[in-house]
């Protein structure tokens, strides 16, 4: 199998590789400033997140451990996400009484982190926010707190830094928005 060259698919480039490296440093600082002396670990929902994660937490300072977890909705096709997800991978620790820093890639519709929330606030940490790298504002259906945000983006599909098209060009250094005759429909 051979998979196309990302050009074929990149309609604009819509937040370039400098600027996304600024954003993160920032929310890096505002982070290590906020949990200043507290005990923090950050928990990555896989794949999306882990690209923003890395970078992420070279810019925060204060100490912390990180986790992991992978949620699948149910039913739902590749491109698009609503109602319940499933949790595929659980993390390795306990979270009860720490505080808990949700890392997430996008939040389109809400509904995968709305409950990814409902689920980990079940275990009883101290403290529970989330830090999302983009946010598709206008597409929101589930009430979601966002304590740090990157970037508002517009309802496009995008892929890139950490997001996939069709599980590749994760890799991509900036985000890029995907060429509308390429987008297939879900399943
Ligand atoms: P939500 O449940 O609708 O908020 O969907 C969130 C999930 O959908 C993200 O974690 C991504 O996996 C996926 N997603 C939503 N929009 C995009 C996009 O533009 N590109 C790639 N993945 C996306
Ligand atoms: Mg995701």
């Known amino acids: ?6 050009h074929d698919f990149l309609a604009e480039i819509l937040i370039d590789g400098d600027t996304l490296q ?3 440093a920032e929310l890096g600082a505002e982070i290590s400033q906020d949990y200043h002396g507290q005990d923090l670990l950050l928990i990555c929902v896989l794949r999306g997140g882990v690209m923003f994660l ?22 739902a096709g590749a491109r698009d996400s609503a109602g319940p997800v499933r949790i595929t991978l659980d993390l390795t620790a306990s979270i009860e009484g720490r ?5 997430e890639d996008i939040i389109d519709s809400g509904h995968t982190i709305a409950s990814v929330l409902e689920f980990l606030s079940t275990r009883r940490p101290r403290t529970l926010r ?27 599909f995008v892929f890139g830094y950490g997001l996939d098209l069709d599980e590749y060009y994760r890799n991509l250094p900036f985000i890029g928005v995907v060429r509308p005759d390429k987008i297939l429909p879900p399943g």
């Open 54 to 75: 890395t970078d992420l937490m070279r810019a925060i300072t204060v100490p912390h451990a990180v986790d992991f977890m992978a949620v699948a909705s149910y039913g």
């Open 99 to 103: 505080n808990v820093l949700l890392v």
């Open 22 to 24: 600024r954003r993160v």
């Open 130 to 156: 989330v830090c999302a790298l983009l946010d598709k504002a206008e597409r929101r259906e589930a009430v979601v707190p966002v304590h740090y945000r990157g970037f508002t983006i517009p309802n496009k």
């Open 1 to 6: 199998m051979t998979v196309q060259d990302y």
